[in-house]
């Protein structure tokens, strides 16, 4: 069975920083795309950030572009979305994600099949 499990997320002021982590030990040395996605209420699901494993290349949506990095630690078997500057539209649960096949990162949220529980993230004015 595979397990992501998400944690790190919380309350937090406008302007703020949360680290969130996704326990992942199935996927250490994994070649497949890692995301972070997050989805609002009443909204659909919308990827935040990727990580392919192969090339370290990281992708992010331009809404959060220079304010979230995504990292992958093997030594702890975890993926980690450090969030800054953060604005209340980024208020959301936040799941990561593993994509169904390796080779690349895909951009639709179906291509990824493994995920999360969630973890909420609340930004306040």
């Known amino acids: 069975q595979v397990q992501l499990v998400e944690s790190g997320g919380g309350s937090v002021q406008a302007g703020g920083s949360l680290r969130l982590s996704c326990a992942a030990p199935?996927?250490?040395?994994?070649?497949?795309?890692m995301g972070w996605f997050r989805q609002a209420p009443g909204k659909e699901r919308e990827g935040v950030a990727a990580f392919y494993p192969s090339t370290r290349t990281t992708y992010y949506a331009d809404s959060v572009k220079g304010r979230f990095t995504i990292s992958k630690d093997n030594a702890k078997k975890t993926i980690y979305l450090q969030m800054s500057s953060l604005k209340q539209e980024d208020t959301a649960m936040y799941y990561c994600?593993?994509?169904?096949?390796?080779?690349?990162?895909?951009?639709?949220?179906?291509?990824?099949?493994?995920w999360g529980q969630g973890t909420q993230v609340t930004v306040s004015s």
């Open positions: 994600a593993v994509a169904r096949i390796g080779g690349y990162c895909p951009g639709a949220v179906p291509d990824f099949g493994y």
């Open positions: 199935e996927y250490t040395y994994s070649t497949n795309c």
